[in-house]
């Protein structure tokens, strides 16, 4: 069974930083990425990692922003979130591939597991 949970929400003012951890148990797949939905809007891919050679997409609403990356002894999933825009508040959530049942294509994967999310709120 494929757990996500996130973790390093929070609120920042604008010009911060706020790194986010999602800790992966479960999973065997090649790729995840994070999401976020704000309130009153879809929800949007933001960035994408493949696991095994850390091939990276971004959005381009956060690239030169944000970075991905992955701690593969932990089993962890990073955002680092770096000179935060107050359009950048909203939910974010952890995701992971699912090749078979998966509903969301983003950035080439088919993501199909989701974590619970964490708020991230940046004020002016």
């Known amino acids: 069974q494929v757990q996500l949970v996130e973790s390093g929400g929070g609120s920042v003012q604008a010009g911060g930083s706020l790194r986010l951890s999602c800790a992966a148990s479960?999973?065997?797949?090649?790729?995840m990425g994070w999401f976020r939905q704000a309130p009153g809007k879809e929800r949007e891919g933001v960035a994408r990692?493949?696991?095994?050679?850390?091939?990276?997409y971004y959005a381009d609403s956060v690239k030169g922003r944000f970075t991905i990356s992955q701690d593969n002894a932990k089993n962890t999933l990073y955002l680092q979130m770096n000179s935060l825009k107050p359009e950048d508040t909203a939910m974010y959530y952890c995701a992971a591939a699912e090749a078979t049942y998966g509903s969301t294509w983003y950035a080439g994967c088919r993501f199909g597991y989701w974590g619970q999310g964490t708020q991230v709120t940046v004020s002016s």
């Open positions: 990692v493949y696991l095994g050679g850390g091939l990276t």
């Open positions: 479960g999973y065997s797949q090649n790729c």
